[in-house]
């Protein structure tokens, strides 16, 4: 997955837990938000850094995510009120840590922001073709996936990594056009329009 720079993830931002609400049903266990990104998808983005990771990757620059019972619980109800206090926002970015490791409250999430209109990126660990054959065991990963718009996937491989790529951090992992991957049956990456 691509690794959260200084640019993109303000550490005392990641670090501010004055906002969570710690008391609604459906939560997730996060890292951190960012409110305004421009370098995690398409336009302006809200971003949230989903807490837990079993991939490993070496390099990795966000290793504070790793541990599954890091980060701090935070309602999906909180995460909404935060986003619909922003007007500009393109859409929002789920990354992490590993966000398919909580796909219920991602799932719930997602239905909120679809409700918005707004676009959604998941950045992921595992591959397209490994998440595939979770939707097939899992309906949520299922339905999460069927409500995403681009999907940046594969680990992090550090010989691989490349600066100059967009949203990616490393070369194998490929920037992936949703919409047009279910139109077509077949991988097609995503362009800027
Ligand atoms: S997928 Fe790899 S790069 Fe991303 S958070 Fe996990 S270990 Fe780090």
């Known amino acids: 997955m691509k690794v959260p720079t200084e640019s993109s993830v303000s550490r005392s931002r990641m670090m501010d837990w004055s906002w969570y609400n710690m008391t609604r049903a459906y939560s997730l266990r996060i890292a951190g938000i960012v409110r305004e990104s421009i370098v995690d998808g398409p336009g302006i983005r809200f971003v949230v850094f989903c807490q ?78 490994e998440i595939t054959i979770k939707a097939e065991e899992a309906e949520t990963v299922f339905q999460l996936l069927r ?33 047009k991957t279910r139109e077509t049956g077949e991988i097609v990456l995503w362009k800027q329009s």
């Open 52 to 129: 837990g990771c079993p991939h490993g990757c070496g390099g990795c620059h966000n290793p504070e995510s790793h541990d599954f019972d890091g980060g701090q619980e935070c309602s999906i109800e909180r995460l909404v009120q935060e986003i619909d206090k922003n007007p500009l926002l393109a859409g929002v970015t789920f990354s992490g840590g590993e966000p398919l490791c909580q796909p219920e409250g991602l799932l719930e999430l997602a239905k909120e922001i679809k409700k918005r209109d707004l676009s959604i990126t998941l950045f992921s660990g595992y591959t397209y073709e």
């Open 147 to 179: 409500l995403t718009d681009i999907l940046i996937d594969g680990r992090f491989v550090q010989e691989l990594r490349d600066l100059t790529l967009q949203f990616c951090g490393s070369s194998n992992q490929r920037v992936i056009d949703m919409n």
